[in-house]
């Protein structure tokens, strides 16, 4: 099955800094990958996502980058506000598995003010 | 409009006994998942429903088991509590297996 693999497990940065989380997978078959976020006590909130038929997608101060030759994809953050602290989770679905996504372990990220 | 609903919020329960978490969604969605989140290992699904009337195993099926009562509505069922089910579990909810979304979750101890 599919196996996805996120690093780092924690990231600290200064607010206006960036942040990059990367996650590999394992299945070439993958082709939809969302990022979610998660606030302290609160369910997964989908931020973004990228199919496999695209490279790069950006919505404001974030953006996902997807390279399937090496089978990678990452989620960068520019202009880090305290907001954006939370559980970042990336994750991986297959084509034929009606939407069960594989998750990465998670990263936390903090932003200092 | 409260997307995915859970019910309870906590739950402590001993070994051995059985409980069964609630989970209804109003989108309207046919696909609808069980989670459990364990420290640094992520979300992993313990089964899904395809669709109104089917239902099939995930990542970590054994000790559980489901029930699509109705397009809106999926419960979990532990039969037998045991501590290694101590975990936070989320229901979600998709249509034609996209976006996922996810409830506030059943933070469950079991002693």
């Known amino acids: 099955g599919e196996n996805v693999e996120q690093h780092p497990s924690t990231l600290s940065v200064q607010e206006g800094d960036s942040a990059v989380i990367k996650c590999t997978y394992s299945d070439s078959a993958s082709n939809y990958f969302p990022w979610y976020k998660q606030e302290l006590g609160k369910g997964p909130q989908l931020i973004i996502d990228?199919?496999?038929?695209?490279g790069e997608k950006k919505d404001q101060r974030i953006a996902v980058t997807l390279n399937k030759t090496a089978k990678h994809f990452s989620l960068h953050i520019t202009e880090t506000q305290p907001e954006d602290s939370a559980v970042y989770f990336c994750?991986?679905?297959?084509?034929?598995?009606?939407?069960?996504?594989?998750f990465g372990q998670g990263t936390i990220l903090t932003v200092h003010p | 409009n409260a997307g995915v609903t859970q019910t309870p919020k906590f739950q402590v329960l001993k070994t051995g006994q059985s409980m069964t978490l609630q989970c209804a969604q109003d989108?309207?969605?046919?696909?609808m998942y069980w989670y459990r989140q364990d420290p640094g290992m992520g979300l992993r699904l313990i089964y899904y429903s395809a669709s109104e009337g089917t239902t099939d195993k995930g990542e970590v099926p054994n000790g559980y088991n489901v029930s699509r009562l109705n397009k809106r509505e999926f419960s979990l069922r532990l039969e037998s509590a045991a501590p290694s089910q101590t975990s936070v579990y989320f229901c979600?909810?998709?249509?034609?297996?996209?976006?996922?979304?996810f409830g506030p979750g059943t933070r469950l101890t079991v002693l």
């Open positions: 990228i199919r496999s038929n695209v």
């Open positions: 994750a991986a679905r297959t084509g034929a598995s009606y939407g069960k996504l594989t």
């Open positions: 979600a909810s998709s249509e034609a297996g996209d976006t996922q979304y």
């Open positions: 989108m309207n969605h046919n696909s």
